[in-house]
């Protein structure tokens, strides 16, 4: 990687590109090769070429996508997951031990909240809920045993948003650190690590694969010592990105401002075709004026993402039929594709946080609105949403 191409002089779209895309040493190849390898031949004892050798510890085409990763979300090192969720579970036992405290947000993905309710609490690491859009609430849930306040935002599936800023400098004043998952605004759109945020989360799964035939996770951070602490963690429990899976993520970053571009002008069409509909009865997307979120949304995003939520004024049977009938929006989990999805979290994304404090409405329908034509997308809800 030469070094002008990762350089803070570029702009977003030309570090997608080219950032950890070198050119191969061996053949000239202009896409870094899928690296299909376990171990590497050794010059000599401890001979190692380029640092490589056994790609549970490091694989050049992970090294590509980690480079690139870190670049674009202006953070000096980046790590790369088998998911979403195992970048997670790195991450929270590489912060936090047994006995240690951290505050959850109200509304999160189901995964997340699992990943605490269930999994880490096990072993002894306490937790909390708190309306994360509002600083001073989140800075009372602070205990003196606090190590990190998490905040997803946007969040899934409600469209609250927190701000980062603010949030930065709460957890600052108490000597805390920042977790941002940054999956539905992507780093196109927003970039924590600038606005104070420590550690950034991506399901790599969504905006930045893109196209819906990866699953995989990251970790980004600005500062070099937890960047080491976080590589120490990756090699040691060992849920990394496979050659082919990130090779998948390097080649989706390269288009991620211009689908980024298309979804948020389709999404925001929806949502305002959606507050005019007569059997829609709240519009959640930070891109209405009435949003709660939209002021600070509006500070720390370029523009307001892909994902529009709604809730189906005749309640939960009327939601879970308008899933149903849609068309050409596919009914199914995930999100992030050029492909429209529709789902209702409440009975598929985030069953698992039923009876918690993160339960969402009934009524609920959630879109990730994807790349097709805006005019197409719109007659799909619309014959959705009729009555028979
Ligand atoms: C999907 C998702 C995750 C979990 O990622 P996986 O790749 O499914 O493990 C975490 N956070 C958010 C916001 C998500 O949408």
Same mark, same amino acid.
């Given at each position: 990687?030469?070094?002008?191409?990762?350089?803070?002089?570029?702009?977003?779209?030309?570090?997608?590109?080219?950032?950890?895309?070198t050119?191969?040493?061996?053949?000239?190849?202009?896409?870094?090769?899928?690296?299909?390898?376990?171990?590497?031949?050794?010059?000599g004892v401890?001979g190692?070429?380029?640092?490589?050798?056994? +790609?549970r510890? !490091?694989?050049?085409?992970?090294? /590509? &996508?980690?480079?690139?990763?870190a $670049? @674009?979300?202006?953070?000096?090192?980046?790590?790369?997951f088998?998911?979403?969720?195992?970048?997670?579970?790195?991450?929270?036992?590489?912060l936090?031990?047994?006995?240690?405290h951290?505050?959850?947000?109200?509304?999160?993905?189901?995964?997340t909240?699992?990943?605490?309710?269930?999994?880490?609490s096990?072993?002894?690491?306490?937790?909390?809920?708190a309306? +994360?859009?509002? !600083?001073?609430?989140?800075r009372? /849930? &602070?205990?003196?045993r606090?190590? $990190? @306040?998490?905040?997803?935002t946007?969040s899934?599936?409600?469209?609250?948003?927190?701000?980062?800023?603010?949030?930065?400098g709460?957890?600052r004043?108490?000597?805390?650190?920042l977790?941002?998952?940054?999956?539905?605004?992507?780093p196109?759109?927003?970039?924590p690590?600038?606005?104070?945020?420590?550690?950034?989360?991506?399901?790599?799964?969504?905006?930045?694969?893109?196209?819906?035939?990866?699953v995989g996770? /990251? &970790?980004?951070?600005?500062?070099?010592g937890?960047?080491?602490?976080?590589?120490?963690?990756q090699?040691?429990?060992?849920?990394?990105?496979?050659p082919?899976?990130?090779w998948?993520?390097?080649?989706?970053?390269?288009?991620?401002?211009?689908?980024?571009?298309?979804?948020?002008?389709?999404?925001?069409?929806?949502?305002?075709?959606?507050?005019?509909?007569?059997?829609?009865s709240?519009v959640?997307?930070?891109?209405l004026?009435?949003?709660?979120?939209?002021?600070?949304?509006?500070k720390?995003?370029?523009?307001?993402?892909?994902m529009?939520?709604?809730r189906v004024?005749?309640?939960?049977?009327?939601a879970?039929?308008?899933?149903?009938?849609?068309?050409?929006?596919?009914l199914?989990?995930?999100?992030?594709?050029?492909e429209?999805?529709?789902?209702?979290?409440?009975?598929?994304?985030h069953?698992?946080?039923a009876?918690?404090?993160?339960?969402?409405?009934?009524?609920?329908?959630?879109l990730s609105?994807?790349?097709?034509?805006?005019?197409?997308?719109?007659?799909?809800?619309?014959?959705a949403?009729a009555?028979?």
């Amino acid at each position: 990687m030469t070094h002008e191409h990762t350089g803070d002089t570029f702009h977003f779209e030309t570090r997608a590109i080219h950032a950890g895309n070198t050119a191969d040493p061996a053949t000239g190849a202009v896409v870094p090769p899928i690296y299909q390898v376990s171990t590497y031949k050794q010059d000599g004892v401890g001979g190692l070429r380029g640092g490589y050798e056994y +790609s549970r510890s !490091a694989n050049p085409t992970r090294s /590509a &996508l980690e480079e690139n990763l870190a $670049a @674009i979300e202006g953070g000096t090192r980046a790590l790369a997951f088998a998911s979403g969720l195992a970048a997670e579970d790195c991450l929270l036992r590489t912060l936090l031990s047994p006995g240690d405290h951290v505050v959850i947000p109200n509304d999160a993905y189901g995964g997340t909240f699992r990943l605490f309710a269930k999994v880490a609490s096990r072993w002894g690491v306490e937790w909390s809920v708190a309306n +994360s859009s509002d !600083a001073e609430a989140v800075r009372a /849930a &602070l205990t003196p045993r606090t190590k $990190a @306040i998490w905040v997803e935002t946007p969040s899934n599936p409600l469209l609250g948003i927190s701000d980062i800023a603010a949030l930065s400098g709460v957890a600052r004043s108490a000597g805390v650190r920042l977790v941002v998952d940054n999956t539905f605004a992507s780093p196109y759109l927003q970039q924590p690590l600038a606005l104070g945020a420590d550690v950034v989360v991506h399901s790599t799964t969504k905006y930045m694969g893109g196209h819906s035939d990866v699953v995989g996770g /990251a &970790l980004i951070v600005a500062d070099a010592g937890l960047g080491d602490e976080l590589a120490f963690h990756q090699n040691a429990m060992g849920a990394i990105a496979g050659p082919f899976d990130a090779w998948l993520v390097l080649r989706g970053v390269k288009t991620l401002a211009v689908r980024m571009d298309r979804h948020c002008e389709n999404a925001a069409r929806i949502a305002d075709m959606l507050t005019n509909h007569p059997r829609v009865s709240h519009v959640l997307y930070p891109g209405l004026p009435d949003h709660p979120g939209h002021e600070v949304a509006a500070k720390q995003m370029k523009a307001f993402g892909g994902m529009v939520s709604f809730r189906v004024a005749d309640g939960e049977a009327a939601a879970v039929a308008v899933c149903d009938r849609a068309r050409l929006f596919t009914l199914g989990e995930s999100l992030g594709g050029v492909e429209s999805l529709i789902e209702h979290p409440g009975r598929m994304t985030h069953a698992s946080a039923a009876g918690s404090p993160l339960e969402v409405p009934s009524d609920l329908v959630r879109l990730s609105v994807g790349i097709e034509s805006g005019d197409d997308l719109l007659e799909d809800l619309k014959q959705a949403l009729a009555r028979d």
